[in-house]
Nanobody, 122 residues
Framework: QVHLVQSGGGLVQPGGSLRLSCVAS????????VAWFRQIPGKERECAAA????????YYHDSVRGRFTLSRDNAKNTLYLQMNSLNPEDTAVYYC???????????????WGQGTQVTVSS
C-alpha cells in the first residue's frame, strides 16, 4: 500500500503562485506514473497534469499548459505541481495520484492523495 500525503495549497490572489507537494511512502516511487487531478464542486475530476514513470511523456490540460509545471524528486519520493499565473478558474481541490501501471488522464490510478484546496480570489 502506497500512501500519498499532500501539502501546499491555500488562498492566493489572481496572478499569484503556489506549489503543491505530494510525498509518497514508497521507495520505488520513481517507477510510478504520476499525475495531478483537480475537482471543482459539481464537476468531474479532471487531469491537470500527468507524467509517466520515466518522465518521457508529460501531459498538461490545455487550460494550465504554460502556467503549471509537474516535476518530481525521486530522491525525496516527492511529486510537485508548480502553479503560476493563477486565475479564479483554477480554484479546485487538487489531488495527486500514482500508479505503477496506469498512466495518462484517466481516473484509474490506484493511489491518491488526500486532496488540498486551492482558492484563487482577490
Amino acid at each position: 500500500q502506497v500512501h500519498l500525503v499532500q501539502s501546499g495549497g491555500g488562498l492566493v490572489q489572481p496572478g499569484g503562485s503556489l506549489r503543491l507537494s505530494c510525498v509518497a511512502s514508497e521507495r520505488t516511487f520513481s517507477n510510478y506514473n504520476v499525475a495531478w487531478f483537480r475537482q471543482i464542486p459539481g464537476k468531474e475530476r479532471e487531469c491537470a497534469a500527468a507524467m509517466n514513470w520515466n518522465d518521457e511523456r508529460i501531459y498538461y490540460h490545455d487550460s494550465v499548459r504554460g502556467r503549471f509545471t509537474l516535476s518530481r524528486d525521486n530522491a525525496k519520493n516527492t511529486l510537485y505541481l508548480q502553479m503560476n499565473s493563477l486565475n479564479p478558474e483554477d480554484t479546485a481541490v487538487y489531488y495527486c495520484a500514482a500508479d505503477p501501471f496506469q498512466h495518462g488522464t484517466e481516473l484509474a490510478y490506484r493511489y491518491w492523495g488526500q486532496g488540498t484546496q486551492v482558492t484563487v480570489s482577490s
